[in-house]
């Protein structure tokens, strides 16, 4: 008897037609069934919004191939409740063109799809490839399907996902894997362009030029600066447990409220 491969929902923020997608599809399908549910165009920054306001439209492209018109969060919802109307058993976001380091994962479409998949209580892993116009896709594939064989077999503890960073280098030059911590943005990072328009009107470029802060041992950052694919544990519990105690007393300061 032929044993069934498990499903696996790949999706992503750079749109069903990225060559990230396709490749990350490619190494996991030995591996797994592979849907994909994918934007129908780029979604990059979208974190993790839902759309409510309006409907959303779903076309099939291909075998197992579908586009939505809505965001990484949307597809993931999609492919789970109504295009596999079952629950996969791991869901892959990436391979996303350029890093999610440190503070970007909170605006990443490609983890934030991630996020979505471990909120529904599914596996999930966001796969990003460093570069700089051209990307090793191949590279971050390969590294995508060892480790999701690796969450298919042990799991992932709940609430957990894991944000995937591989180095702009070959893969013989890759140093191996470092587990690690996120790091954080430099608060000279969020650069805002001002500049004026024909009109004489003033418009505004978020510039993101992702500087990192010094303190990058340890971390996300750190690793892919000395060659390594970083893997950090994401955790959906934002609670800060530290501050519950020390705030307590802020109660009975509220308590004639």
Not at 86 to 98: C, H, Q, T, W
Request: charged share 20%.
């Amino acid at each position: 008897m032929t044993t069934a491969k498990p499903k696996i929902l790949v999706c992503n923020d750079d749109g069903v037609h990225s060559d990230g997608l396709r490749a990350l599809a490619e190494d996991l399908r030995a591996i797994g069934d592979v849907i994909i549910v994918a934007p129908d165009g780029e979604q990059n920054a979208a974190s993790h919004a839902i759309t409510l306001h309006k409907p959303l439209r779903v076309t099939q492209l291909g075998e197992g191939v579908y586009s939505t018109s809505g965001t990484p969060t949307d597809c993931v919802n999609l492919g789970v409740i109504t295009i596999l109307k079952e629950r996969p058993a791991l869901v892959v976001s990436g391979i996303n063109k350029g890093e999610n380091l440190g503070d970007d994962v909170t605006y990443s479409g490609t983890v934030s799809a991630a996020m979505e998949g471990t909120l529904l209580g599914i596996p999930s892993i966001a796969v990003s490839q460093a570069g700089n116009g051209r990307f090793r896709f191949a590279v971050a594939a390969r590294v995508a399907a060892r480790l999701a064989t690796m969450v298919l077999e042990r799991g992932l503890p709940p609430d957990t996902l894991l944000n995937v960073n591989v180095p702009d280098l070959d893969g013989s030059a890759v140093r191996g894997i470092k587990i690690t911590r996120l790091g954080r943005r430099s608060t000279e990072a969020n650069a805002i362009i001002e500049n004026v328009d024909p009109r004489g009107r003033a418009y505004y470029w978020i510039g993101g030029n992702r500087l990192f802060g010094s303190e990058t041992e340890g971390t996300d950052v750190g690793a892919v600066q000395a060659g390594y694919v970083s893997v950090s544990p994401v955790h959906l519990d934002l609670t800060n447990y530290q501050a519950l105690a020390a705030l307590l007393d802020w109660e009975t300061r509220f308590s004639d409220v």
